[in-house]
T-cell receptor, first 115, second 114 residues
Framework: EAQVTQNPRYLITVTGKKLTVTCSQNMNHEYMSWYRQDPGLGLRQIYYSMNVEVTDKGDVPEGYKVSRKEKRNFPLILESPSPNQTSLYFC??????????????FGPGTRLTVT | AQSVSQHNHHVILSEAASLELGCNYSYGGTVNLFWYVQYPGQHLQLLLKYFSGDPLVKGIKGFEAEFIKSKFSFNLRKPSVQWSDTAEYFC????????????FGTGTRLKVLA
């Protein structure tokens, strides 16, 4: 089954404790992306990756890191989480973004709480 | 800066009523336009998309959207909503010129009363 998986699904942590949220897709997609969803703000893109070793900032990259060492995986790293990073995080993937072929497939989400 | 605006934040309709959700974007170049839906407790899924051609596009579950270039709009419509359409709807723009950002609107929560 074609899917995007994220782990963990729920995470409660404390300020400053480094964490990684994993994302994996089995569709051989080139493009992968991370979003955070906050009430009233919709989804905001954190980082995206066009392919292995190619990443770029979205609209809200501060406080986050990503890496793309393998095509299928795109982990999100919070080196020193803060309470304002409490949010619902989604990973997504798509084919290479050419006009007309750019719809994204989303993972189930990771609900992160930073206390 | 590029942005996507959804002016209806909450909409409540009775079953069989018609639906129109507004979406406007600010970007002068070629855009890929999307509507996604998020049912309660589920992740986002694609409703429909537009890149070129017929500006009236049809998607799943009886939804359609009209692209009006002069108004920078991509409004979502459904002639007759059902209780199962209760969800949050997001308009999005995918950029493919100079940047590959994907920009979402703030979403519209639709509640359909049975």
């Amino acid at each position: 089954e074609a899917q995007v998986t994220q782990n963990p699904r729920y995470l409660i942590t404390v300020t400053g404790k480094k964490l990684t949220v994993t994302c994996s897709q089995n569709m051989n997609h080139e493009y992968m992306s991370w979003y955070r969803q906050d009430p009233g703000l919709g989804l905001r893109q954190i980082y995206y990756s066009m392919n292995v070793e190619v990443t770029d900032k979205g609209d809200v990259p501060e406080g986050y890191k990503v890496s793309r060492k393998e095509k299928r995986n795109f982990p999100l790293i919070l080196e020193s989480p803060s309470p304002n990073q409490t949010s619902l995080y989604f990973c997504a993937s798509s084919l290479i973004p050419t006009p007309g072929s750019y719809e994204q497939y989303f993972g189930p989400g990771t609900r992160l709480t930073v206390t | 800066a590029q942005s996507v605006s959804q002016h209806n934040h909450h909409v409540i309709l009775s079953e069989a009523a018609s639906l129109e959700l507004g979406c406007n974007y600010s970007y002068g170049g070629t855009v890929n336009l999307f509507w996604y839906v998020q049912y309660p407790g589920q992740h986002l899924q694609l409703l429909l998309k537009y890149f070129s051609g017929d500006p009236l596009v049809k998607g799943i579950k009886g939804f359609e959207a009209e692209f009006i270039k002069s108004k920078f709009s991509f409004n979502l419509r459904k002639p007759s909503v059902q209780w199962s359409d209760t969800a949050e709807y997001f308009c999005a723009v995918g950029l493919t010129s100079g940047t590959y950002k994907y920009i979402f609107g703030t979403g519209t929560r639709l509640k359909v009363l049975a």
